[in-house]
């Protein structure tokens, strides 16, 4: 079977959606064939459309924004959903979020189902990831695999649901760390990028 | 003041008071998730193309209208363009409300958000709209004024914001 990984974070690199598909490609087995594909911008390339309409199940990864998919992730799907319409076609998502809960990723758990209704594609759930602010900040994604237990265990029952084309559910999972540290870690992390562009702490709350 | 955020080039529906219209523009680039809005330049979005200040904007809202179309529960790409491109609204930090974490106020002024949705719609988008703009509104510690859903454009003749 072919499987599209498709990053469509709108971040080129060092987004978190690429942390947790480099996470998730491993739990396929070898005969799977694992295509990764992008979806940075406004459009699918013709090749990605091609690579997309003759795989057997897609799984999208993008982070959340104000509750729901990217602008750049609706144009994307609206151009598909023609393109796909009667196609055989599983969709899975990873969706991840920088609140530390997960479940705040189903509304846009529930868009996605909605464009699987309207392009005749069959929805078959995923992950919401919360603590996504904390998947892309270290250097060696290896390295931070404790802190993130739950969600690699997620994604590798995700990757066995894919490959026997199974409705895995919409899960919600977070990074293993209480929630005050995770808040306490992101706002030092404000801090010292404040303070790396020359700003001072006040300024973080700047009005205009 | 109100904010009106439309994916109608030709929007004509009747606006009283201090407003200002958001309609389609082949400049406007997508939110890339940089975040330098809230650390480089605090308050302000860094790409320069005439967008930078919707956070600012909606700082200064007491109302804020959308008046598009409902693509699978969502706002249209342009609208919910707009709305990702407003994220210096809030501040970096985190609060817990509602038992749930959510971004600190930059400003203190408290929206009231309406929608106008055009377009056909099933029972299951419309239910999506809903709960997304109340989770939405949840974030931005404002509140859902009135959520509105019309077949066509035609439709929402009469109406006046």
């Known amino acids: 079977m072919t499987v599209a990984l498709i990053n469509a974070s709108p971040k080129l690199s060092h987004s978190s959606s690429w942390a947790l598909i480099k996470n998730t490609v491993g739990f396929f087995p070898n005969k799977t064939n694992v295509k990764m594909l992008d979806m940075h911008t406004n459009t699918v390339s013709e090749n990605t459309v091609s690579e997309l309409l003759a795989a057997d199940a897609w799984v999208l990864f993008f982070p959340l924004y104000v509750d729901a998919l990217p602008s750049h992730v609706l ?3 609206m151009q598909l959903e023609e393109r796909a319409r009667g196609k055989t076609l599983k969709v899975y998502a990873v969706i991840n979020c920088g609140f530390y809960e997960g479940e705040q990723t189903e509304v846009a758990f529930e868009i996605v189902e909605n464009f699987c209704i309207r392009a005749g594609l069959e929805f078959c759930g995923g992950v919401g990831v919360g603590g996504g602010g904390m998947l892309s900040t270290t250097p060696v994604l290896e390295d931070m695999k404790h802190n993130k237990t739950a969600i690699i265990h997620e994604l590798k029952r995700l990757a ?14 977070s990074v293993s760390i209480p929630r005050i540290m995770y808040k306490v870690g992101a706002e030092a992390l404000w801090r010292i990028n404040a303070v790396k562009y020359g700003n001072k702490l006040s300024d973080l709350g700047k009005r205009y | 003041m109100k904010l009106i955020v439309t994916d109608l080039e030709n929007f004509n529906l009747p606006v009283s008071g201090e407003h200002k219209i958001i309609k ?4 406007l680039c997508r939110c890339v ?6 650390f480089k330049t605090p308050g302000k979005c860094v790409i320069a193309d005439g967008f930078d200040d919707i956070g600012a904007l909606w700082g200064k809202c007491d109302e804020v209208y959308y008046v598009c179309r409902c693509v699978y529960g969502s706002l249209s790409p342009f609208a919910k363009n707009i709305q990702d491109r407003g994220l210096a609204y809030v501040h970096p930090d985190f609060v817990i409300r509602g038992g749930e974490m959510h971004h600190r106020r930059r400003y203190d002024n408290v929206i009231k958000c309406s929608v106008l949705f055009y377009g056909e719609t099933t029972e299951g988008e419309r239910q999506t709209a809903r709960k997304l703009m109340q989770a939405a509104m949840d974030n931005y510690d404002g509140t859902v004024e009135r959520i509105e859903f019309f077949d066509s454009v035609e439709d929402m003749e009469g109406i006046s914001l």
Request: glycine share 12%.
């Open chain 2, 33 to 38: 998730g940089c975040f330098n809005c809230w």
């Open chain 1, 75 to 77: 144009r994307c799907l």
């Open chain 2, 24 to 27: 389609p523009d082949s400049r």
């Open chain 1, 160 to 173: 066995k649901s894919v490959v026997r084309g199974r409705n895995h559910g919409v899960k919600f999972k």
